[in-house]
Structure formats: C-alpha cells, structure tokens
Nanobody, 124 residues
Framework: QVQLVESGGGLVQAGGSLRLSCAAS????????MGWFRQAPGKEREFVAA????????YQTDSVKGRFTISRDNAENTVYLQMNSLKPEDTAVYYC?????????????????WGQGTQVTVSS
C-alpha cells in the first residue's frame, strides 16, 4: 500500500507560481509512474501531468503545456508539479496518483493509489 501526501497548495494571484509536492511512503517509489490530476468544483476530475518511473518521459494536458512541469526525485520519494503563469481556470483540488499498472496514463482508473489532494486557488 502506497501512501501519498500532497503539499504546496494555496492562494495565488493570476500569473503567479506554486510548486506542489507529493511524498510517497513506499520505498519502491521509483518503480511507479506518477501522475497529477485536478478537480474543479462542479467538474469531473481531469488529467494534468504524468511522469514515468525513470523520469525520462513526461506528459501534460494541452491546457498546461508550457506552464506546468512535472518532475521527480526518486531518492526523496517525491514528485513535483511546478506551476507557472497560473490562471483562474487552474483553480482546483490537485491530486497525486501512483501506478504500476499498464494502461493509459491519462485515465484516472489506471492509477492504483491516490493522495488526499491539495487546494489551489488562483485569483483574478
């Protein structure tokens, strides 16, 4: 069982930056593909970004390309989401997720473990 704990959320003005962190309890963290999802009020959960276990490949949804960067530090069992040029439409609860399953990394059900989420609010 992998436990994931997100941190780094908060309130920021449009154009600002935040860095989310997700710390994993599992010492085999380096073998998991990690993803970030978000859910805004009244909307479905959506994929934001993912990174393979090696860290070589990363994926982002189109709306965050060029603004958000996902990275990982396997020595620290932590994955990060650097968010720059934030917009009010980025406001959501952001969730970290981990998986060793085969399947689309863009789909929530592919992921086996989820964190509790961290709130990001971007004011205009």
């Amino acid at each position: 069982q992998v436990q994931l704990v997100e941190s780094g959320g908060g309130l920021v003005q449009a154009g600002g930056s935040l860095r989310l962190s997700c710390a994993a309890s599992e010492r085999t963290f380096s073998r998991y593909t990690m993803g970030w999802f978000r859910q805004a009020p009244g909307k479905e959960r959506e994929f934001v970004a993912a990174i393979t276990w090696t860290g070589v490949k990363t994926y982002q949804t189109d709306s965050v390309k060029g603004r958000f960067t996902i990275s990982r530090d396997n020595a620290e069992n932590t994955v990060y989401l650097q968010m720059n040029s934030l917009k009010p439409e980025d406001t959501a609860v952001y969730y970290c997720a981990a998986t060793q399953r085969a399947g689309s990394i863009y789909n929530g059900p592919t992921y086996q473990y989820w964190g509790q989420g961290t709130q990001v609010t971007v004011s205009s």
